[in-house]
């Protein structure tokens, strides 16, 4: 029997649950990616087949999990984590977050596994409080159409902090702050991917509202630094982890038209309702507990993305 780390990544063929399978597997950790491909892709998770030491179930969290053997460590990230998926995907990303997360936390306690929980920024709504520390509680509308994913990790949150408290279980939780990089989905409808395709492709770039509204990008690689460091330590509290590199989203598209060399012009449409107006992490907890801080500046960052987003669209 190998005496390898076992770990369960729920989501493992998403975006940011890809980038930790890969992750997890260089630190020798035998890995269990479990999803079921909703908003996930095989391509993500193709180079891991048939290596060593990685394993795939296809499987919808929101039913009992089963796992054979022991486990260390249970990451749950299984859930539509943007707005075009989330308003196509109301019940789901609700159950995800909710019955999802309630049977992640049920193996990790059957496991005796330490329980790491992705939750978000977007916890702390259009918030009244800039940048955003962890003790901010956050100003969300329960019943607006983005309310559906802001609620479900809201209540995952409180049903992690309740198993921890309750039934002893070693659990953490990461909020993520916007994160690009490669694999990201060209049909994300997230700022990052609809400007760069929109810049590839000579497509005027959809900026909502006047682009004043800001946001804060961090690269991949800096995030799965940071979950790592929080899984390996003993904090229970939630971590933002994210760059606090603020910038506006016209600014943004104005950067990603430079880096593209498009011709493409910025035209305004309007603002979603709820769309938060600033977001920025403060990261002194992260700094100070995990001796964590983001090392990729956004132009290497976004160069690397780029680089991706041009292959995507030849293939």
């Known amino acids: ?39 996930g892709s095989p391509d993500n998770i193709a180079p891991l087949m048939g290596r060593s030491g990685f394993h795939f ?6 039913n009992f999990i089963y796992v054979e053997g022991s486990l260390d460590y249970v ?3 299984a859930s539509p984590a943007s707005p075009i998926d989330y308003l196509k995907l109301p019940i789901q990303t609700l159950k995800v977050g909710a019955l999802g997360t309630h049977k992640a936390l049920g193996l990790a306690k059957d496991k005796g596994a330490r329980f790491l929980l ?19 509680w956050g100003n969300v509308n329960p ?9 479900a990790k809201r209540f995952a949150e409180a049903i992690t902090m309740a198993y921890h408290r ?6 953490c939780i990461v909020r993520i702050f916007n994160t690009y990089g490669e694999r990201m989905r060209v049909d994300d409808g997230r700022a990052l ?34 979950i790592y460091r929080l899984l390996m330590s003993d904090l229970v509290e939630p971590v933002n982890i994210g760059n606090p590199d603020e910038i506006t989203i016209k600014e943004f598209a104005e950067e990603v038209i430079r880096l593209t060399g498009s011709r493409s012009e ?44 041009e292959e995507r669209l030849r293939s």
């Open 1 to 39: 029997m190998s005496n390898a780390p076992r770990t369960l990544i729920t989501g493992g063929a998403g975006f940011l649950g890809s980038h930790l399978c890969e992750r997890f597997l260089a630190q020798g950790h035998e890995v269990i990616c479990m999803d079921n491909l909703i908003t």
């Open 266 to 309: 910025i035209v305004y449409k309007p603002l979603p309702k709820d769309d938060p107006q600033v977001r920025q992490p403060d990261i002194t907890k992260a700094r100070a507990k995990l001796d964590w801080e983001p090392r990729v500046e956004r132009e290497e960052g976004l160069r690397k993305t780029l680089a991706y987003f």
């Open 75 to 77: 990451l749950h990230f």
């Open 143 to 151: 019943v607006g159409m983005r309310g559906v994913y802001d609620e």
């Open 166 to 171: 309750y039934h002893d279980v070693d659990t």
């Open 118 to 136: 992705a939750s978000t920024s977007e916890v702390y709504g259009d918030p009244l409080v800039h940048p955003q520390p962890e003790d901010y």
């Open 193 to 226: 991917p609809t400007f760069m395709c929109q810049a590839l492709r000579g497509e005027p770039l959809s900026v909502f509202g006047d682009g004043s509204q800001t946001r804060s990008f961090q690269y991949v690689s800096d995030l799965v630094e940071g």
């Open 57 to 62: 179930i296809k499987h919808d969290v929101t």
